[in-house]
């Protein structure tokens, strides 16, 4: 283990800025002591340099330690910074206000409306996301515009549902604050346009959508390749995302690390003729590092792009060095500088499974790799493919577990065909780009050459989404309902990852460390068979529409309820009612139940009903109207009734 840290300053430095994310996300108010404490650890940092030279090896913890307290104190300031960010802070505005933003993304069309991602200057800086009644004016809208608008900025809220994404933690991650909307007439644009590298960015991105316009692809075709190439998949169906989840390739939508190493790849071949030694040699990694974020720049400058662009950086700077390019140490300091400035990025699932992902291949692939050599050319490609798509998967797959509850049986033929098609993809699509611009210059000779590279472009595109097709008809494509804790996820991992160091050390302290690990989960397993949790009856929060049914291991299992009368339970009176049915009938003695769930019907008349039934708890669904579901919530206020409204409340559930 000291070995270990010896050679990975960063993930020395990675370590408290991880603790002090993970304990400001517990304790989420900041305090001045963070300060006190920054302040404490410079302190002895410069202390430290006044020890004398021939003590300073045997006080070096000391200046260790400044550092540590440094980090946490910085990481917490940075953490709050950012929270800070994502709050709305309306204030009295409860009606709406006026703000002035700047279009930051490709304005997205939506049924019945363009969503837009801005960025306020006034009153406050904050991104939120804008959506605007459709027409002409709204859909020529682009990024960099400047617009001036009134709306009733609102949080992001989650349905609340047992089995929902929590969409409102995503866009607080994403640096989001809120959303409104705003009318036709509550808009105009202000004739001034940004001139940030970001908003340049999306728009550069934007010309290159209007370009693949041009290819003639099928809808799914240029949605593919927009998502390939530029990470932009708001155009893609949800039928071809499924797709490529269920086969084990949904990593190549996301342009991140294995499109960003393609890229390296290109280039690095480019400027081959620099050599490996000298100026030259540095010269070579430079102008690497300069494409490479030029083309960070051309694919809009999304996170998971940075991510690998900072590796790779950090990769070429090594080489300049002529050190070891990628390693642990490197993948440490790219997470470093990533959290340190954004520490919120640590509870992305993107981030996780990247970062997982590379920490794998580099842990596992060498090992795998050595277990056979192939003798001839192509067997080693081969070779290298299964053992990268296998290294990647043994490091994913738990984080796969635990946020999907899925995992696709045959995604190691699927990458080691789909990967390399991917690759070609990439590479033909480069110099489509580039003889298109010299085709607008007139160059004819050069047309024949452009048709070919488009052939080639759409035949491969074609080819791979073919492969994921078949792949998601097959049988078992994919297991389902596979979900695992976040304790046993830790577990899994450690025990993957010390069970593999002992089968290479045989040290008998890691054999039982991998054992009681494995022990230890098998143990939260069987806890859970024993003790499963409780069915519940769920009244799920659906729009316009009423839903109930029954959640259990993390399923829905739809029931038959009865519109009017009773709902089956073991303990409690639970009654439905969807009409006035009800109100026709008198009784001298109120009916005692527990939960009475009001549906459908936008005109009950909730006094003629309490006249017939006391309930405990009245739950209004989310078929009921917003004003008949305020009317009856402020009138059982009056009477002291439990209320809860599910369009409002989320969703209410009682355990059978």
């Known amino acids: 283990m000291r070995s270990f840290l010896g050679k990975t300053p960063f993930f020395r430095l990675l370590l408290p800025v991880v603790i002090s994310i993970l304990l400001n996300s517990l304790h989420t108010q900041y305090n001045t002591e963070s300060v006190i404490l920054g302040i404490v650890g410079l302190s002895v940092m410069i202390l430290s340099t006044f020890i004398k030279k021939r003590n300073r090896y045997r006080h070096r913890w000391l200046f260790g330690s400044g550092v540590v307290i440094l980090l946490l104190s910085l990481t917490q300031y940075s953490y709050h910074k950012q929270i800070q960010s994502t709050q709305l802070n309306i204030g009295d505005k409860s009606d709406g206000d006026f703000y002035i933003a700047t279009i930051i993304d490709i304005p997205e069309t ?21 959506y605007l009644e459709t027409s002409d004016e709204s859909g020529s809208l682009k990024p960099g515009d400047e617009i001036v608008f009134f709306a009733k900025l609102e949080p992001f809220k989650n349905f609340g549902n047992p089995d929902d994404f929590d969409y409102a933690r995503f866009m607080k991650i994403k640096g989001f604050a809120g959303s409104g909307y705003a009318s036709g007439s509550d808009w105009q644009k202000t004739g001034r346009r940004s001139i940030s590298i970001y908003g340049l960015s999306q728009l550069v991105r934007f010309k290159a959508l209007n370009f693949y316009r041009s290819f003639n692809l099928s809808e799914d075709a240029y949605a593919f390749i927009s998502a390939l190439t530029l990470g932009y998949k708001k155009d893609l169906p949800d039928k071809i995302q499924e797709a490529f989840r ?83 140490n490197t993948l440490s300091a790219a997470a470093f500088i990533i959290l340190i400035f954004k520490p919120l990025t640590l509870f992305d699932i993107s981030f996780q499974m990247s970062f997982g992902a590379v920490l794998s291949i580099l842990y596992f692939q060498p090992k795998i790799q050595n277990l056979y050599s192939p003798s001839k050319k192509t067997a080693q490609i081969i070779w290298s493919l299964f053992t990268v798509s296998l290294s990647a998967q043994i490091g994913v797959f738990p984080f796969v577990l635990y946020y999907f509850g899925t995992f696709p049986t045959y995604f190691l033929i699927t990458n080691m065909l789909v990967v390399p098609l991917v690759s070609l993809i990439i590479y033909t699509t480069i110099p489509l780009i580039l003889l298109n611009f010299l085709f607008v210059v007139n160059i004819a000779i050069f047309e024949p050459v452009r048709a070919l590279f488009h052939w ?19 049988p078992n494509a994919q297991l389902y309902n596979i979900h695992v804790s976040l304790m046993q996820t830790i577990l899994i991992l450690a025990f993957i990852y010390i069970l593999t160091a002992w089968l290479y050390k045989k040290r008998s302290s890691l054999l039982i460390a991998a054992l009681s690990i494995g022990l230890t ?72 139940i527990d939960i009475l769930i009001l549906s459908e019907d936008k005109n009950f008349n909730i006094e003629k009903i309490l006249d017939i039934i006391n309930p405990s708890t009245i739950v209004l669904d989310s078929s009921l109207p917003k004003t008949c579901s305020r009317s009856i919530t402020s009138k059982c206020k009056v009477l002291g009734i439990n209320v809860h409204d599910v369009s409002n409340d989320g969703a209410f559930s009682v355990n059978i």
């Open 246 to 328: 269920v086969s084990g390739t949904a990593h190549v939508l996301a342009v991140s690390g294995l499109h960003v190493g393609i890229i390296y790849m290109v280039i690095n071949l480019m400027f081959s003729f620099l050599g490996k030694k000298g100026r030259p040699h540095i010269v070579r990694q430079l102008l690497i590092i300069v494409l490479l974020w030029g083309y960070v720049f051309f694919t809009g400058m999304s996170a998971s792009v940075i991510r690998a662009a900072i590796m790779l950086t950090i990769c070429c700077v090594a080489n300049m060095k002529n050190r070891k390019g990628i390693t642990i």
């Open 521 to 592: 989960l098998l143990l939260t397993v069987t806890y859970n068979i024993l003790f499963p949790e409780p069915a519940k009856l769920v009244v799920f929060n659906s729009i316009n529409k009423s839903d109930i049914s029954i959640y259990f291991k993390n399923s829905r299992h739809f029931i038959d309820t009865p519109k009017n009368g009773l709902i089956p339970h073991s303990e409690k009176t639970i009654v439905r009612l969807s009409d006035k049915a009800f109100e026709r009938y008198y009784t001298q003695q109120r009916f005692d």
């Open 456 to 474: 080639l472009v759409k035949s491969l595109i074609q080819a791979t989404l073919q492969i994921v097709h078949i792949t998601e008809s097959l």
């Open 110 to 130: 939506k049924p019945r409306s363009i969503a837009l991602n801005v960025k306020t200057s006034f009153p406050k800086y904050k991104k939120i996301t804008l």
